[in-house]
Nanobody
Framework: QVQLVESGGGLVQAGGSLRLSCTASRSTYRIRTMGWFRQAPGNEREFVAS????????YYADFVKGRFTIARDNAESPLYLQMNSLNPEDTAVYYCAISQAVVATTPSAYDYWGQGTQVTVSS
């Protein structure tokens, strides 16, 4: 069992930036993919970005390309999501998750989830 804890959410004005962090309770060396999802009220949970633990290859949803960056320094470091040029449509609870799949861009592909961190972008 792996526990994930997100942090870094908060209130920011449109155009601002936030950096989210996700820390795992134990080594994730067996995990192939780590990802970020978000869920706004009344909406389904949607994919934001993912990174391969082995290759470092990244995947992004179209609506965040060029604005968000997913990164991890090494296999034992936290997972980060740098969010720039935020707009009110980015307001949601952001979740960190891990998957055994080599490529994982849907919620069903992920095995463990954090509790989420709220991001609110004011206009």
């Amino acid at each position: 069992q792996v526990q994930l804890v997100e942090s870094g959410g908060g209130l920011v004005q449109a155009g601002g930036s936030l950096r989210l962090s996700c820390t795992a309770s134990r080594s994730t060396y067996r995990i192939r993919t780590m990802g970020w999802f978000r869920q706004a009220p009344g909406n389904e949970r949607e994919f934001v970005a993912s990174i391969s633990r082995i290759t470092g290859r990244t995947y992004y949803a179209d609506f965040v390309k060029g604005r968000f960056t997913i990164a991890r320094d090494n296999a034992e470091s936290p997972l980060y999501l740098q969010m720039n040029s935020l707009n009110p449509e980015d307001t949601a609870v952001y979740y960190c998750a891990i998957s055994q799949a080599v490529v994982a861009t849907t919620p069903s592909a992920y095995d463990y989830w954090g509790q989420g961190t709220q991001v609110t972008v004011s206009s």
